[in-house]
């Protein structure tokens, strides 16, 4: 995605006055240029991700105030009495917007009417923007320490005295009159001028005829893309001193049908869902009956409780009372314990032996044993359904597999 950047002409020019306008890439490049009235724009504006609007300097006043130590709202609210004595007309009718605290203490403070600003804002919205920024367009002329940068076109002079100071001014007279405006309001000071390429050659007979001190440039959109980007530092972006006004609006109606489909799928899964749990349910509890009935049948005398477990225990004592042993028991897991260790080159010394929850826990004198005894004891164990964990080098947990012994 890219940049559009629109260089917005004179309020005093009228609504259909023509915008210049750059299409720039990531990259930096320039993909496409040209002029044309605001609400022709559409396409030019629909794919950019950002659109910068370059306010026309004569729109926008600059204003250095002395400010208290505030920040966020408290300044905000702060500013209109700042600037009420500086402004003609209502503070509270304006946009007002403060850049950083300067050297002095004073804070630089760009002024525009809210009644002119939130209408274009609100256009280049209407016409699909994404994200919007308005830069005052005297900040965006290059910045020459100890000169005044001054550019002349589109029926205005602009001048740049500082990173913060400049004006602008409708001027609809001939080069003559505009280079001795721009040369009068610069004072001594050496003067850039910006002027269009087709007049360099008429503005470079009248600075010869005017004396040295004033240095003729290209006009063309490098220079205002790179202010724009506050190559100087920080711009004064005005759209958020719009507040909601100047941020994209959902809508919500073109979400409409996308959202009720939305919620018809959530709706059919769940239901779907409820269907296949409550079949399960039935299912389940359709086994548990079988179970208890079984155990029941069997077990006539006995509350079913938890039939599953209880039938193992009663088969484990039917066992035990047939004179069988179950794999998990001591003597079973202690004899075959011992028939695995015979299968050692060195059987290990015992240090002791506990049996506890169906686990054998045998722990050897560290001098009996090596690394690869337990590797060795495990295979044997393995093959008599028993399996062997070992924490440490000295302690070997037995337990059964489960299997049939």
């Given at each position: 995605?890219?940049?559009?950047?629109?260089?917005?002409?004179?309020r005093?020019?009228?609504?259909?006055a023509?915008?210049?306008?750059?299409l720039?890439?990531?990259?930096?490049?320039i993909?496409q240029?040209?002029?044309?009235v605001l609400?022709?724009?559409?396409?030019?504006?629909?794919a950019?991700?950002?659109?910068?609007l370059?306010?026309?300097?004569?729109?926008?006043?600059?204003?250095?105030?002395?400010?208290?130590?505030?920040?966020g709202?408290?300044?905000?609210a702060?500013?209109?009495?700042?600037?009420?004595?500086?402004?003609?007309?209502?503070?509270?009718?304006?946009?007002?917007v403060?850049?950083p605290?300067?050297?002095?203490?004073?804070?630089?403070v760009?002024?525009?009417q809210?009644?002119?600003?939130?209408p274009?804002?609100?256009?280049?919205l209407?016409?699909?923007?994404?994200?919007?920024?308005?830069?005052?367009?005297?900040?965006?002329?290059p910045?020459?320490p100890?000169?005044?940068s001054?550019a002349?076109g589109?029926?205005?002079?602009?001048l740049?005295?500082?990173q913060?100071?400049?004006l602008?001014?409708?001027?609809?007279?001939?080069?003559?009159?505009?280079?001795?405006?721009?040369?009068?309001?610069?004072?001594d000071?050496?003067?850039?001028?910006y002027?269009?390429?087709?007049?360099?050659?008429?503005y470079?007979?009248?600075?010869?005829?005017?004396?040295?001190?004033?240095?003729?440039e290209?006009?063309?959109?490098?220079?205002?893309?790179?202010?724009?980007?506050?190559?100087?530092?920080?711009?004064?972006?005005?759209?958020p001193?719009l507040?909601?006004?100047?941020?994209?609006?959902?809508?919500?109606?073109?979400?409409?049908?996308?959202?009720r489909?939305?919620?018809?799928?959530?709706?059919?899964?769940?239901i779907?869902?409820?269907?296949?749990?409550?079949?399960?349910?039935?299912?389940?509890?359709?086994?548990?009956?079988q179970m208890?009935?079984?155990?029941?049948?069997?077990?006539?005398?006995?509350?079913?409780?938890?039939?599953?477990?209880?039938?193992r225990?009663?088969?484990?004592?039917?066992?035990?009372g047939?004179?069988?042993?179950a794999g998990?028991?001591?003597?079973w897991?202690?004899a075959?314990?011992g028939?695995?260790?015979r299968?050692?080159?060195?059987?290990?010394?015992?240090?002791?032996?506990?049996y506890?929850?169906?686990?054998?826990t045998?722990?050897v004198?560290?001098?009996?044993?090596?690394?690869?005894?337990?590797?060795?004891?495990?295979?044997?164990?393995s093959?008599?359904?028993?399996?062997?964990?070992?924490?440490?080098a000295t302690?070997?947990?037995?337990?059964?597999?489960?299997?049939?012994?």
């Amino acid at each position: 995605m890219s940049t559009l950047y629109i260089r917005h002409p004179a309020r005093s020019q009228g609504e259909g006055a023509l915008c210049r306008f750059a299409l720039v890439g990531d990259n930096g490049a320039i993909g496409q240029q040209g002029e044309g009235v605001l609400r022709n724009l559409g396409d030019v504006v629909a794919a950019s991700r950002r659109v910068v609007l370059v306010l026309a300097a004569s729109d926008v006043t600059l204003l250095s105030v002395q400010a208290p130590p505030l920040a966020g709202a408290r300044l905000r609210a702060a500013l209109p009495a700042l600037v009420e004595e500086h402004i003609l007309g209502d503070p509270l009718d304006c946009v007002l917007v403060a850049g950083p605290v300067q050297p002095d203490g004073r804070r630089p403070v760009a002024v525009v009417q809210q009644a002119w600003l939130e209408p274009l804002v609100r256009a280049l919205l209407a016409l699909g923007a994404r994200q919007i920024a308005a830069i005052p367009e005297q900040l965006c002329l290059p910045l020459h320490p100890g000169s005044v940068s001054a550019a002349v076109g589109n029926g205005e002079l602009i001048l740049r005295q500082s990173q913060y100071d400049g004006l602008g001014l409708a001027l609809d007279g001939s080069p003559v009159v505009a280079l001795q405006t721009a040369r009068a309001l610069s004072g001594d000071a050496p003067l850039v001028l910006y002027v269009d390429r087709e007049q360099l050659g008429e503005y470079n007979a009248l600075v010869a005829e005017a004396g040295p001190g004033i240095t003729l440039e290209s006009d063309d959109w490098a220079h205002w893309i790179a202010g724009a980007k506050g190559s100087t530092g920080p711009v004064l972006d005005l759209v958020p001193g719009l507040g909601t006004a100047g941020v994209a609006q959902r809508d919500w109606r073109r979400w409409r049908w996308p959202i009720r489909l939305a919620l018809a799928a959530v709706a059919i899964n769940l239901i779907g869902l409820n269907i296949e749990w409550l079949g399960l349910k039935r299912e389940a509890d359709a086994v548990r009956l079988q179970m208890s009935q079984t155990f029941r049948s069997v077990y006539p005398n006995q509350p079913a409780i938890d039939p599953v477990a209880q039938m193992r225990q009663n088969i484990d004592r039917a066992k035990a009372g047939s004179g069988q042993v179950a794999g998990n028991e001591f003597n079973w897991m202690a004899a075959a314990f011992g028939e695995a260790t015979r299968t050692l080159g060195v059987p290990p010394a015992i240090a002791s032996i506990d049996y506890r929850e169906r686990t054998l826990t045998v722990r050897v004198k560290p001098e009996s044993t090596n690394p690869g005894m337990a590797d060795q004891l495990r295979a044997s164990l393995s093959s008599r359904n028993l399996s062997l964990e070992s924490p440490d080098a000295t302690t070997w947990l037995i337990r059964s597999t489960g299997a049939k012994p």
